[in-house]
């Protein structure tokens, strides 16, 4: 792992691929994210704004610290530091490239700015545009426990833009392979649950503008339930006309030419 000094406070100093990259150990850990990240690191404030929290609640030592950990256990992975010891900051970048670095907060602001839990069910109420509209009769979903589950441990995340085609191999193969292919310990590598892949996908698209949900994907998520004593249903996330939809299976989706959606997922690194 690459030591650590007392760092400065975060300039906003935005990088560029014609300068050289000062040392790691000498950056802010904001500034070591926008670094490799470059516009696709999410910066406390700007999450803040999008969840309607006081970004004072933000600043504390734990969240900076948390930071600090996490981006040096990207540095101290095998392909990461070859090239850091390089100086290859372009290839860096480019290994990166399809990442987004962001917080998961277990709380934002409903419309009269009272702090409530981050699940599926306010962040429909706070950004009902990603959502069809309620019916007269409640969707299956919204009856189910995760439907009002929250994030249960606030952590920064490193969050894939591309999914994993599961069509050929189930979802463990596919994390053997990324995390092969990034470097990264198998265990950092993560299938989203429900409310993890709602929330990153509305962030995403909320500050970067990008839509992270492909309209070709069965996002298969690690939640599960029970419909009855004997089935166990999974749960997986689609995206339709822009709108978020929720769909129950005991069985992995299975692609169809008529419907052409790939089973995959979009892997998250969590140290």
Not at 58 to 87: A, C, E, W, Y
Not at 158 to 181: D, G, M, T
Not at 213 to 230: A, I, Q
């Amino acid at each position: 792992m690459i030591p650590a000094k007392e760092n400065q406070g975060f300039t906003e100093f935005i990088p560029n691929l014609i300068h050289e990259m000062p040392g790691i150990n000498e950056l802010h850990p904001e500034e070591a994210a926008r670094w490799l990240f470059l516009d696709r690191f999410i910066s406390i404030d700007k999450l803040s704004k999008m969840l309607g929290v006081n970004p004072e609640a933000f600043h504390n030592d734990s969240i900076q610290k948390d930071l600090k950990i996490f981006m040096d256990r990207i540095f101290s992975t095998p392909r990461v530091s070859k090239l850091i010891r390089k100086g290859a900051i372009a290839k860096l970048q480019m290994l990166f490239s399809s990442s987004v670095l962001l917080f998961r907060n277990s709380y934002l602001a409903d419309n009269n700015e009272a702090h409530q839990p981050c699940n599926i069910a306010n962040l429909r109420d706070r950004f009902p545009a990603y959502f069809y509209a309620p019916r007269e009769s409640p969707n299956w979903y919204e009856k189910e426990p995760f439907y009002t589950e929250d994030i249960c441990i606030p952590r920064w995340v490193l969050v894939e833009l591309n999914f994993l085609n599961c069509i050929l191999i189930n979802s463990q193969q596919a994390k053997y392979l990324y995390s092969k292919r990034k470097t990264f310990p198998l265990n950092s590598v993560k299938q989203k649950s429900v409310i993890e892949e709602i929330y990153d996908r509305i962030t995403i698209q909320e500050i970067l503008g990008e839509e992270l949900l492909d309209s070709n994907c069965n996002v298969l998520t690690s939640t599960r339930y029970r419909k009855n004593s004997k089935t166990i249903f999974h749960v997986y996330v689609v995206q339709k006309e822009s709108k978020i939809g929720f769909q129950r299976s005991h069985k992995k989706p299975t692609f169809r030419k008529k419907r052409p959606y790939w089973p995959g997922f979009f892997p998250s690194v969590e140290f």
